[in-house]
């Protein structure tokens, strides 16, 4: 029973365009939701969260939106670059401030040059 | 400042044998988990150790697995007897309080045979 579903495993842009990577997820006593970046032989590596209670983050080139309602997350780069190519993985948290992540599957972005 | 410590980086046993990992975390971090990532999955939380108190062991297959952080600083991750469906990068992470983002380590890549 996944709970946090990343439904696209790949996706290939440009560099310079935007990157647009999915989450949903069931769970509604989810209240943070974050996205890690792993490149190969690493650890995953945080990159940018979420509140339950906002719709936007933004971080640089790095934007998470939430739908509440449609129990939906997504990670917008803009503009991709090739070094952007990584593993991305959302998480939720449902530990309340004491964090315990439920991962998705993972999305590999591969932006080529 | 260091990162998250693991060893060893790979490991390859057979069915019913005994393994263990080690893993070192950021100084001073109270929080250590330990994630099991199998193949095309995300990772999964097996346990979240407080400084020496185990908080969540709830997925943690107890009647194989075992962890301990004696001194509320090093931890090991044991494996006995090992199956085949154990093969998968182990993965140590830390926080500072437990309510931050997790910060990881590079993992142990484990193959049962």
């Known amino acids: 029973d996944q709970q946090v579903k990343q439904n696209s495993p790949s996706l290939s842009v440009q560099e310079g365009r935007i990157s647009i990577l999915n989450c949903d997820y069931t769970?509604?006593?989810?209240?943070?939701f974050l996205w890690y970046k792993k490149y190969p032989a690493e650890g995953p590596t945080f990159l940018i969260s979420?509140?339950?209670?906002?719709d936007k983050n933004e971080d640089g080139r790095f934007t998470v939106f939430l739908n509440k309602s449609a129990k939906h997350l997504s990670l917008h780069i803009v503009p991709s670059q090739p070094g952007d190519s990584a593993v991305y993985f959302c998480a939720a948290n449902s530990g309340g401030s004491n964090y315990k992540l439920t991962f998705g599957k993972g999305t590999l972005l591969t932006v080529n040059p | 400042e260091a990162g998250v410590a693991q060893s060893p980086r790979y490991k390859i046993i057979e069915k019913r044998q005994s393994v263990a990992f080690w893993c070192n975390p950021i100084s001073g971090h109270a929080t250590l988990y330990w994630y099991q990532q199998i193949l095309g999955q995300g990772p999964k939380l097996l346990i979240q150790f407080q400084n020496n108190g185990v908080v969540d062991d709830s997925q943690l297959p107890k009647d194989r697995f075992s962890a301990e952080r004696l001194k509320g600083v090093d931890s090991t991750l044991k494996i006995q007897p090992a199956k085949l469906e154990d093969s998968a990068v182990y993965l140590c992470?830390?926080?500072?309080?437990?309510?931050?983002?997790?910060?990881f380590g590079q993992g142990t890549r484990l193959t049962v045979v």
């Open positions: 992470a830390s926080s500072s309080t437990g309510k931050e983002p997790p910060f």
């Open positions: 979420i509140s339950s209670i906002k």
């Open positions: 769970n509604s006593m989810f209240d943070y």
